[in-house]
């Protein structure tokens, strides 16, 4: 079994708060376009690039759109989206999340972003945490979303770690499907009933630790 040296984030609902901005402004779009987005409709685009949640909330409401519309649209959202995110600040921060990432900085390992938005470096500037990644890979470096596994084969070769040595923390069932496809081992932030393929489920990174880490995933810490 591989040894674990590095470990991969991905942002919204792992590190930072962010799924409520995202929602607030697909389900504004849909009022706009003349029907109800719900929070169970929500769900499917965890982890889902912003074109790809556009064509899923068009499913919701039955309507087709030309691609120069969808573009509009798209861009629309993504205004709404930014004019929040813009005064976001370390206190969305989620709880326990910089602790560890500070904790596997100091234990040795390397660290990663992996994740699908385009405006991750805004939400890690606002909140202080770029310092924290050797390597950052968002939706501007990638061109598949997940469950591809791009942006997380991206973060291994940016960190010169093969995949078999790296660990990633996701909140979407897409994100952990990415992370199998990767070749790479995964921890679930939230329930067991949604992220049961991942190696490991926790309901958050509060309390965790890299020596907690090592006693939940024994066998990926041989040395």
């Excluded at 792992?14 to 929070?39: N, P, S």
């Excluded at 606002?126 to 469950?147: E, M, Q």
């Amino acid at each position: 079994m591989s040894t674990i040296k590095a470990c991969l984030f991905d942002l919204d609902g792992v590190l930072v708060d962010t799924a409520r901005y995202h929602y607030e402004a697909w389900k504004r779009l849909a009022a706009d376009l003349g029907f109800e987005f719900t929070q169970t409709d929500n769900e499917r685009l965890k982890g889902v690039s912003r074109m790809a949640s556009l064509d899923i909330l068009l499913s919701v409401g039955q309507l087709h759109k030309s691609e120069a519309e969808k573009q509009e649209l798209a861009a629309r959202k993504n205004r709404w989206y930014v004019e929040a995110i813009s005064k976001m600040g370390p206190e969305e921060i989620l709880p326990g999340a910089l602790s560890f990432l500070k904790d596997c900085r100091e234990s040795g390992l390397k660290v990663a972003l992996g994740s699908a938005s385009k405006n991750a470096m805004t939400i890690l500037n606002n909140t202080g945490l770029t310092p924290y990644f050797d390597v950052i890979i968002d939706g501007t470096k990638t061109s598949s979303a997940k469950p591809d596994p791009e942006v997380f084969l991206l973060g291994a070769s940016g960190l010169e770690v093969e995949p078999e040595h790296c660990v990633v923390f996701e909140d979407a069932e897409a994100g952990i499907e990415a992370a199998r496809r990767a070749g790479m081992r995964s921890v679930g932030i939230g329930s067991p009933a949604t992220l049961g393929e991942a190696d490991l489920v926790i309901p958050s990174l509060e309390g965790m630790t890299v020596t907690r880490l090592r006693q939940e995933m024994p066998a990926f810490f041989i040395s």
